[in-house]
T-cell receptor
Framework: QQQVKQSPQSLIVQKGGISIINCAYE??????FPWYQQFPGKGPALLIA?????SEKKEGRFTISFNKSAKQFSLHIMDSQPGDSATYFC?????????????FGKGTLLTVNP | NAGVTQTPKFQVLKTGQSMTLQCAQD?????MYWYRQDPGMGLRLIYY???????DKGEVPNGYNVSRLNKREFSLRLESAAPSQTSVYFC????????????FGPGTRLTVT
């Protein structure tokens, strides 16, 4: 049972373009939605995260849009740069009995061409 | 301040061999996690430890055992390695309290032939 579905699997964007990655979840108990960025040969690192009490969070060129009723959230990367080329994972968690465990999507490989 | 360290970085095993993956953290975090990452599968939780002395199964625990040796160290053991356990293994930590962020180590790439 996949609780967090991520799309697309891969994405190619030109430098300066907008990269958009989407995720959908099933468990309405989730109350924390992070995005992790992973460069080749490295461990994932937290990029940006949102709680369900807001519909959007922006940090620099990175924005999370959150739609609670549709149970969907997305990552937008504005003015994409070659240095943004990495694998991006969405995830979801809840603070209840799950002990803050993260459920990850399958990942999106982003390539930004110069 | 090394953060989360994992040893070894790479390992090749033959089917049936055993080994232990080591994870250590100097962040004074209470919770520690072991994940495996396979192509197209994302990260899947194997085991976690909410605090020293406690461990619990995650999504894919079969074929693995863990030990929370102390607050700093959390090891993952493969008793009889199988080719299906070929993967990249990540350890992660989370500090205590109402916080969600997990901090990941650099990973161990394991190949079982």
């Amino acid at each position: 049972q996949q609780q967090v579905k991520q799309s697309p699997q891969s994405l190619i964007v030109q430098k300066g373009g907008i990269s958009i990655i989407n995720c959908a979840y099933e468990n309405t108990a989730f109350d924390y939605f992070p995005w992790y960025q992973q460069f080749p040969g490295k461990g994932p690192a937290l990029l940006i995260a949102i709680r369900p009490d807001v519909s959007e969070k922006k940090e620099g060129r990175f924005t999370i849009s959150f739609n609670k009723s549709a149970k969907q959230f997305s990552l937008h990367i504005m003015d994409s740069q070659p240095g943004d080329s990495a694998t991006y994972f969405c995830a979801a968690s809840n603070s209840g009995g799950s002990n803050y465990k993260l459920t990850f999507g399958k990942g999106t490989l982003l390539t930004v061409n110069p | 301040n090394a953060g989360v360290t994992q040893t070894p970085k790479f390992q090749v095993l033959k089917t049936g061999q055993s080994m232990t993956l080591q994870c250590a953290q100097d962040m004074n975090h209470n919770s520690m996690y072991w994940y495996r990452q396979d192509p197209g599968m994302g990260l899947r939780l194997i085991y976690y430890s909410a605090s020293e002395g406690t461990t619990d199964k995650g999504e894919v625990p079969n074929g693995y055992n863990v030990s929370r040796l102390n607050k700093r160290e959390f090891s993952l053991r493969l008793e009889s390695a199988a080719p299906s356990q070929t993967s990249v293994y990540f350890c992660a930590t989370r500090r205590q309290g109402n916080t969600y962020e997990q901090y990941f180590g650099p990973g161990t790439r394991l190949t079982v032939t």
